[in-house]
């Protein structure tokens, strides 16, 4: 188990990881550990998504990747952290430039047999250079086990610890899962010409108020309840809303999932599932995206904002509509 991770990690995959390390029992370990691939990933494809769209957005839109975020296989997000890496090489800030570059580290001998043996059950070669290749190697894992049925128990139990030590041997290399912090904006407020900002770190298993208020000039101030990629020094990188959202009220953080018809988020805290479809985000989503999102939802219906737990695979859903 690595402490520094329940201690340090963003929380999205700080809970994952505990979620896949908290059973002995290899078969019943086996879902928590075939699913963590999935946080993990959308972490780094959230950072750069937001980045590309913000510094590289005729980069986006020109590869045609920015569109397919209506409706996200999890390979769209190994896709945008692949482009984050060619595009964001340069990029002027240090730990952005770490963020991407961690991921083109080379694999150690023992993570390329445990994707050797990922290959044996894939039946296909892979890449197996890279972190970021074995994060793609997840990819085609995971979509082999949804797409045929779930693998029978002996494969449950013979592959958690193969998984379980390869997940090991690619978090000791990212340094900067626990170096950067996750910050929700839980207040701003305007005081004597200066915006004072009240932060919440979510990094570990639990979420706390900074003591420290961040206090910014009006023109550079951020919004209250947005979510942030902030530097250890405390200043922030980038804005992760809309593609990362924490409900009002909820210490939980949930992933676009969808915006096709209306906006649905999908969160990894549970054992279950857990979607979120709020009224609100429709513009904010609309205008990141760059489309126009279905139609305003039938007033006739209660849709509320809902936060459903439900085990279907999140692909077969339309994405939905966001709100700030």
Not at 11 to 35: F, K, Q
Not at 137 to 142: G, L, M, P, Q, T
Not at 259 to 273: F, I, K, M, P, T
Request: charged share 25%; hydrophobic share 40%; net charge negative.
């Amino acid at each position: 188990m690595n402490k520094r991770l329940l201690d340090e990690a963003p929380s999205p995959v700080c809970r994952a990881y505990r979620r896949m390390v908290d059973s002995t029992d290899p078969e019943r370990a086996y879902p928590a550990i075939a699913l963590f691939c999935e946080p993990l990933i959308k972490w780094f494809g959230a950072a750069a998504l937001v980045l590309l769209r913000r510094e590289r957005p005729h980069v986006l839109s020109g590869t045609g990747v920015l569109s397919k975020f209506l409706s996200p296989p999890l390979g769209a997000w190994v896709e945008v952290i692949r482009l984050a890496v060619k595009e964001l090489e340069q990029h002027p800030n240090a730990h952005v430039r770490s963020m991407f570059a961690e991921l083109t580290l080379s694999q150690s001998k023992s993570l390329q047999r445990h994707v050797a043996g990922m290959e044996e059950y894939l039946a296909t070669r892979v890449q197996k250079k890279t972190l970021l290749d074995f994060l793609e190697c997840c990819v085609a894992y995971r979509n082999k086990t949804r797409g045929h049925g779930a693998p029978s128990s002996q494969h449950q139990r013979e592959f958690s610890p193969v998984l379980l030590e390869a997940y090991d041997e690619l978090l000791a290399r990212l340094e900067t899962l626990c170096r950067l912090k996750l910050v929700v904006i839980e207040n701003a407020e305007l005081r004597h010409g200066a915006v004072v900002h009240v932060l919440r770190i979510c990094n570990g298993l639990n979420s706390f108020i900074l003591p420290e208020r961040l206090t910014l000039a009006p023109s550079g101030a951020l919004s209250s309840e947005t979510v942030h990629l902030f530097s250890p020094e405390q200043s922030a990188i980038v804005e992760l809303s809309p593609i990362l959202v924490r409900p009002p009220g909820r210490d939980a953080f949930y992933f676009l999932n969808g915006s096709r018809n209306a906006v649905e988020y999908l969160c990894y805290d549970g054992a279950e599932h857990e979607y979120y479809r709020p009224d609100g985000y429709r513009e904010e989503v609309s205008r990141f995206l760059d489309v126009e999102i279905g139609q305003p939802p039938d007033p006739q219906r209660n849709c509320g904002e809902q936060i459903d737990a439900k085990s279907s695979d999140p692909d077969d859903l339309d994405f939905g509509a966001l709100g700030m």
